[in-house]
């Protein structure tokens, strides 16, 4: 049963442009949601977890600048600019947000930049 | 300097053969130690965890915590060509699902 729909699965992103993804969550059971990336190394990083519509968060890092919305219960959205290298981005989603639980990851939007 | 540190980067083991991977963190306030694993083209999934010093074990699989090391190991047994994958150690302690994560290991099984 997939708890977690991303979409796009992939997209390339001239440079400079902005992207949109977007995670809608499946099962209302696993209400926390989050942003992970995965670089070209394929290491994992947390980016964001929000919890309640709402929620927006802004965070700067190396190769990428991002911009998190909860939008709703079901749909949490992400906004990437200023990209110069790809990555993957995973939505995932848990029941009560602590560390004693597993996170669901997404299949995952791939951006790549042109 | 990287929290969670994993070794080695790659393993090749036969089919049948007892696969072992280790981890290692350098932040005493990791409580919860998970190992998460990436079939290509895939999103992660969680293999197992553990929380208390010792032994745990799920069918072929073993994760061992010694919590005064900050040490981590998974052991598969009986490696099937199926469990070639990326595995992750990742380790957590406040802040709401926010995973650390070390660099993984890739493990090849061969026929």
């Known amino acids: 049963v997939t708890l977690l729909e991303q979409n796009p699965r992939w997209r390339l992103v001239p440079r400079g442009q902005a992207v949109n993804l977007r995670c809608i969550l499946k099962?209302?059971?696993?209400?926390?949601m989050s942003w992970y990336q995965q670089d070209l190394q394929k290491q994992l990083q947390w980016l964001f977890t929000?919890?309640?519509?709402?929620?927006?968060?802004v965070k700067s890092l190396p190769g990428a600048d991002y911009l998190a919305t909860r939008v709703t219960d079901t749909e949490l959205r992400l906004q990437v600019a200023n990209m110069s290298q790809g990555r993957t981005l995973y939505c995932t989603c848990?029941?009560?947000?602590?560390?004693?639980?597993?996170?669901?990851f997404g299949h995952g939007t791939k951006l790549s930049v042109l | 300097q990287q929290k969670v540190q994993q070794s080695p980067e790659s393993l090749s083991v036969p089919e049948g053969g007892m696969a072992s991977l280790n981890c290692t963190s350098s932040d005493r306030n990791f409580q919860y130690f998970w190992w998460y694993r990436q079939h290509s083209g895939e999103g992660p999934k969680a293999l197992m965890s553990i929380f208390s010093d010792g032994d745990k074990k799920e069918g072929r699989f073993t994760a061992h915590l010694n919590k005064a090391s900050l040490h981590v190991s998974l052991h598969i047994r009986d490696s099937q060509p199926s469990d070639s994958a990326l595995y992750f150690c990742?380790?957590?302690?406040?802040?709401?699902?926010?995973?650390?994560f070390g660099k993984g290991t890739v493990l090849l099984v061969s026929p």
């Open positions: 099962n209302s059971q696993y209400p926390w």
């Open positions: 929000l919890r309640s519509p709402g929620d927006k968060e």
């Open positions: 990742a380790a957590s302690g406040s802040g709401y699902n926010k995973l650390t």
């Open positions: 848990s029941g009560t947000g602590g560390g004693n639980e597993r996170l669901f």
